[in-house]
């Protein structure tokens, strides 16, 4: 069992940064591909950033991709999502989830991260508000 809490959300201005938190519990983090996803009022989630069990391998939705970094610390049980020049479409909960990940001699497709259904464990999610 792994249980997922971010942290970090909040409210800033168009043009600022955030960094997101996800803290895992258990002693197998390391075992886990590492998936951010949003959601907005009345849209579907979708796809953030996804990292490798070993932090080696990033990959961004294209709404992202150039203003969002993803990176973990195994150590620490903990996966971030730094979030820079901020617009109010970026306005959704984050929420992050962990896929267990057996092959650790492989190196995933970004079609392994879309894939929602195969996450094994979510958190609650963060808000994050960008104002205009």
């Known amino acids: 069992q792994v249980q997922l809490v971010e942290s970090g959300g909040g409210v800033v201005q168009a043009g600022d940064s955030l960094r997101l938190s996800c803290a895992a519990s258990?002693?197998?983090?390391?075992?886990?591909?590492m998936g951010w996803f949003r959601q907005a009022p009345g849209k579907e989630r979708e796809f953030v950033a996804g990292i490798s069990w070993s932090g080696n391998t990033t990959y961004y939705g294209s709404s992202v991709k150039g203003r969002f970094t993803c990176s973990r610390d195994n150590a620490k049980n903990t996966v971030y999502l730094q979030m820079n020049s901020l617009k109010p479409e970026d306005t959704a909960v984050y929420s992050c989830a962990a896929r267990f990940d057996r092959r650790h001699d492989l190196t995933r497709s970004i079609l392994y991260y879309l894939q929602q259904a195969e996450y094994n464990y979510w958190g609650q999610g963060t808000q994050v508000t960008v104002s205009s």
């Open positions: 258990g002693r197998t983090f390391s075992s886990y591909a």
